[in-house]
């Protein structure tokens, strides 16, 4: 399948990786909105937020379940955003399911 993160989570495309089991992996963004800037993106390819269902929702949870992980490896002790960008609204540009770990400043109160 031609999606840019099946072939980093392969190890086809080289990732700065952050961490990884066997449903999650995680590696930083090439190109960071943050001092800390995650991408933590499931093993199994779900085009987007909207592709999660009963079916797959295992993977999301696990997501959940690492980001305090990743997050306290990171520093984040003062706090951190968590985003997920579906579709063309919300300005998604891989289609691949991914969430965004932002944190290491004060952010922006604005959410859009
Ligand atoms: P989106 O806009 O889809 O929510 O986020 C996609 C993110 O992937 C962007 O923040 C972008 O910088 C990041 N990105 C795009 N291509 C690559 C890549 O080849 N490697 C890494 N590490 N990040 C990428
Ligand atoms: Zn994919």
Redesign the pocket.
């Known amino acids: 399948m031609d999606c ?2 099946c072939k ?1 989570i392969a190890g086809d ?4 990786k952050v961490y990884e089991d066997d449903k999650v992996y995680a ?7 943050a001092p800390v ?1 995650v ?1 933590i993106v499931p093993k199994c390819h779900l085009a987007s937020a909207d592709e999660v269902s009963a079916d797959n929702s295992a993977y999301v949870a696990r997501i959940f379940e690492v980001i305090p992980e990743i997050a306290k490896a990171e520093g984040l002790a003062n706090g951190y955003r968590v ?3 579906c579709g063309e609204h ?7 399911l ?1 969430f ?1 770990l932002l944190g290491g400043k004060q952010l922006s109160e604005e959410m859009d």
């Open positions: 840019l993160f980093i495309i080289p990732s700065a590696f930083r963004d090439i190109n960071p909105m800037h991408l985003i997920t960008n919300g300005c998604q540009s891989v289609k691949h991914h965004h």
